[in-house]
């Protein structure tokens, strides 16, 4: 089949809250689609299922169906096939779709970098509990958590993943000290490319008067002064990359998830005439914050923004482990976000406007990367 949200629909709208066997069934049918077809269709199977279930349809699938995965204190090694993708289904024979931990914010996680420093291990948390060690008090559900992301974070060394396992084991150890990655490793991520542009789109918007600042105002006030030249500094747009249902498990695609690319720099307007020539370098960095919590983008949060089930759990068969779940494991175990930057790499722009009673008319821009 092609019409994989209408498949999707069909067995989100079949499953019974009351009814145990409803759920097994969907369970089954990722497997099977996972099994005949590759895990890229089951995680797109899953993407689009999410998306109909009703919060009563989600906690049966969750918790109320009879194969809830494994029981707590089984090894996940266990689990896990010996390649960063999916692992057979011990009780059908299939495969469970995920990946080695696509957790963060808008369904992403793991974040350290080669180049970066690495902050020390905390002596404990506020309990003074090792933060590898297992508090007997927690429930079923935080200590799954806690097994899942700690063998992940150890793996991730083992499959090449050293950014990724670096920044998981920071957040586990929960020192909350910042982390600062190399330019290349997020430079040359996909989506950073088109972050950078949604970046540098609105500088442009901003210099032919379609937008304003609160700091800097609009381009108008900056051209009525009829000054021949002005500078201004540290102007700043923002870029959100959008990795979108990644199962590429790449270091960076596991390390930054959903992310903020951050443009920033000085502009130079030298007018002559109708025409004002534009300068500026701009410095280009990941601005953003290592955790699980949705990504705001502007937008209201949805039922299912945080309770989805990240794409880690498909591939441990631990279908439980929703944002939602890690962020309460948060609260219990110390674990905690910190920020995530990057060293800086620049374009520079040159651009010309051309004027009209006080208004841009006419615009071009040309962008450069520099070494």
Same mark, same amino acid.
């Given at each position: #089949? ?21 759920? @097994?069934?969907?369970?089954?049918? /990722? ?17 689009? @299922? ?26 996940? =090694?266990?689990?896990? #096939? +010996? ?22 914010q808008a369904a992403t996680p793991m974040k350290v970098s080669a180049g970066s420093v690495q902050a020390p291990a905390p002596a404990g948390t506020a309990s003074q509990r ?19 992301? &700690? ?34 490793? /997020? ?6 490319? +088109?972050?950078?542009?949604? =970046?540098?789109?609105?500088? +442009? ?98 039922? *299912?923004?945080?309770? @989805? ?11 439980? *482990? ?7 494991? +948060? ?8 920020? *995530?930057?990057?060293?800086? &790499?620049?374009?520079?722009? /040159? ?8 208004? /841009? ?11």
């Amino acid at each position: #089949t092609s019409d994989w949200s209408g498949l999707a629909e069909h067995a989100a709208r079949s499953i019974d809250p009351d009814d145990p066997k409803t759920t @097994a069934v969907a369970r089954d049918l /990722v497997d099977r689609i996972s099994q005949d077809f590759g895990p890229d269709k089951a995680g797109a199977f899953m993407k689009h @299922a999410v998306g109909y279930l009703t919060p009563d349809q989600y906690e049966a699938l969750v918790d109320g169906s009879p194969n809830p995965g494994p029981p707590v204190g089984t090894p996940v =090694a266990t689990l896990m #096939t +010996e390649t960063v993708a999916y692992q057979p289904n011990p009780s059908s024979g299939g495969t469970s779709g995920g990946q080695l931990g696509s957790l963060n914010q808008a369904a992403t996680p793991m974040k350290v970098s080669a180049g970066s420093v690495q902050a020390p291990a905390p002596a404990g948390t506020a309990s003074q509990r090792p933060p590898r060690q297992i508090d007997p008090a927690w429930t079923d559900r935080q200590k799954q958590t806690h097994e899942t992301l &700690w063998f992940l974070a150890d793996r991730g060394k083992t499959q090449g993943r050293p950014v990724a396992s670096n920044l998981l084991r920071q957040y586990l150890e929960g020192s909350g000290a910042p982390i600062t990655l190399e330019a290349d490793f /997020v430079r040359k991520h996909p989506p950073t490319q +088109e972050a950078m542009r949604r =970046a540098e789109r609105h500088f +442009e918007e901003w210099l032919r008067g379609e937008r304003g600042d609160k700091t800097f105002g609009e381009i108008r006030d900056w051209i009525q002064n009829n000054k021949p030249t002005q500078t201004i500094k540290a102007m700043k747009w923002d870029g959100q990359a959008y990795p979108g249902f990644d199962l590429s498990g790449s270091d960076q695609s596991l390390s930054l998830g959903q992310y903020t690319i951050q443009g920033i720099g000085d502009l130079t307007l030298t007018q002559k005439g109708d025409k004002v020539v534009v300068r500026g370098r701009i410095g280009h960095r990941l601005n953003d914050k290592y955790d699980f919590q949705e990504g705001k983008q502007g937008k209201k949060a949805g039922f *299912l923004s945080n309770l @989805a089930t990240v794409p880690v759990g498909l591939a441990n068969h631990d279908i439980g *482990l929703t944002r939602n779940a890690i962020i309460d494991y +948060e609260r219990v175990a110390g674990a905690k976000g910190f920020p *995530l930057r990057s060293k800086p &790499w620049y374009r520079e722009l /040159v651009g010309v406007l051309t004027i009209k009673n006080g208004k /841009v008319v006419k615009s071009h821009f040309q962008w450069r990367s520099v070494k």
